[in-house]
T-cell receptor
């Protein structure tokens, strides 16, 4: 299956812990996007990365959140010192080209902060 | 005013009828428009995209774009129970890759 892969699918953390969400793009895709979706709401853009570069992180909170897409391995979205408001579904999408709006989504990671 | 607005629904349509979903957007500079389907607890799945004014058909789905009125719609012909889902409208934002999303319309197809 060459689709976008995300893990874990479900993640439970206590307040103050760290959450690490992983995303492997579709084969051949080098553009990765992270979105957050709160219940009953649309997706909110967080960050756009290419291999080893953060292109646009304008949608990501300035504190506690970081993202990377190393040369080897999956893209990582890291949330430090999680709070209850971080509970959401986090989706990763990938695309083939820079100007390619056809983004393909992974199954998401549902983060619950207790 | 939200950047991309959709009626949250639920929109209830009898099986076999046409379902009509609407979306309005605020940025006149938007160039790309997308419809995604999202089943409960699942990820969004791209159904159609449209860039030019007018209609675009793909099987039972037709996307309609009117840039002057700043709306985009999705028609689903011969609706099936399996079409029951939330339909998300997305529009490109200040950058081509940055999609601005509506909150979605929940569609229920009644057998």
């Amino acid at each position: 299956n060459a689709g976008v892969m995300q893990n874990p699918r479900h993640l439970v953390r206590r307040r103050g812990q760290e959450a690490r969400l992983r995303c492997s793009p579709m084969k051949g895709h080098s553009h990765v996007y992270w979105y957050r979706q709160l219940p009953e709401e649309g997706l909110k853009f967080m960050v756009y990365l290419q291999k080893e570069n953060i292109i646009d992180e304008s949608g990501m909170p300035k504190e506690r959140f970081s993202a990377e897409f190393p040369k080897e391995g999956p893209s990582i979205l890291r949330i430090q010192q999680v709070v209850r408001g971080d509970s959401a579904a986090y989706f990763c999408a990938s695309s083939l080209r820079l100007a390619d709006n056809e983004q393909f989504f992974g199954p998401g990671t549902r983060l619950t902060v207790l | 005013q939200k950047e991309v607005e959709q009626n949250s629904g639920p929109l209830s349509v009898p099986e076999g009828a046409i379902a009509s979903l609407n979306c309005t957007y605020s940025d006149r500079g938007s160039q790309s428009f997308f419809w995604y389907r999202q089943y409960s607890g699942k990820s969004p799945e791209l159904i159609m995209f449209i860039y030019s004014n007018g209609d675009k058909e793909d099987g039972r789905f037709t996307a309609q774009l009117n840039k002057a009125s700043q709306y985009v719609s999705l028609l689903i012909r011969d609706s099936q129970p399996s079409d029951s889902a939330t339909y998300l409208c997305a529009v490109n934002g200040r950058s081509n890759y940055q999609l601005i999303w509506g909150a979605g319309t929940k569609l229920i197809i009644k057998p």
